[in-house]
């Protein structure tokens, strides 16, 4: 089944929902703080707090996996590897979602591998991994990619065989400004923390 161009976008949704709980958590108690007029604990807690909510948002909302005809985007907390669909030689769903490339192996943190008890109760699926009545469409399993998502496996077995220029293209990037942002805070938690 041939797949026109097209972007998707996959974030687990129980991290992102664990996140809004801890942030709300966080709010929470720096309101209670305010209205409490507790200066002395809120001068103190809102480096913690802030380091808190940023760290979860870090780890548990900005993680995803953006997946167009050319490349796969992963979305890690601290760095982003954008590769070729070409580039990837193996997937496998072990511990984590992990994409095997020539220059090494990259995890995704936004799709951990699938629970055995994740088939319970499970609509059928077709190719591209929606809904429907009839038999679930037959998808090529390779290695231990067999709990990977359909549309991830579709999309790496029509485009891993182009052989455009810069095809096996494989690159990261830190995130630079979420990194000096988690620093600061841990930074000023800890003199929070110290302060007489």
């Given amino acids: 089944m ?3 161009p097209q972007e998707s976008v996959l974030a687990p949704r129980f991290s992102r929902v664990l996140g809004v709980l801890i942030v709300a958590i966080c709010v929470f108690t720096e ?4 209205l409490y007029g507790h200066l002395d604990a809120l001068l103190r807690a809102t480096p913690a707090l802030a380091f808190v909510a940023f760290g979860t948002y870090t780890l548990f909302w900005a993680p995803l996996l953006r997946i167009d005809p ?7 907390p601290l760095r982003t590897h954008r590769i070729a669909w070409p580039a990837i030689q193996n997937i496998t769903t072990r511990w984590t979602l992990t994409f095997m490339t020539d220059r090494g192996s990259f995890s995704a943190w936004a799709a951990p591998a ?4 994740d088939s319970i109760g499970r609509l059928n699926r077709d190719a591209l991994g929606r809904p429907s009545l009839g038999a679930e469409a037959p998808v090529r399993r390779r290695g231990s990619a067999a709990g990977l998502a359909p549309i ?4 790496w077995e029509s485009y891993r065989d182009t052989k455009s220029a810069g095809a096996h293209h494989v690159s990261t990037r830190w995130h630079v400004a979420t990194i000096v942002v988690l620093a600061c805070l841990a930074t000023l938690t800890i003199v929070g923390l110290a302060w007489p």
Avoid: F, M, T, Y
């Fill in 2 to 4: 041939a797949v026109g």
């Fill in 31 to 34: 309101v209670s703080l305010v």
């Fill in 70 to 76: 050319a490349e796969i985007e992963v979305v890690n």
């Fill in 114 to 117: 699938q629970s055995p008890w």
């Fill in 152 to 155: 991830v496996l579709h999309q």
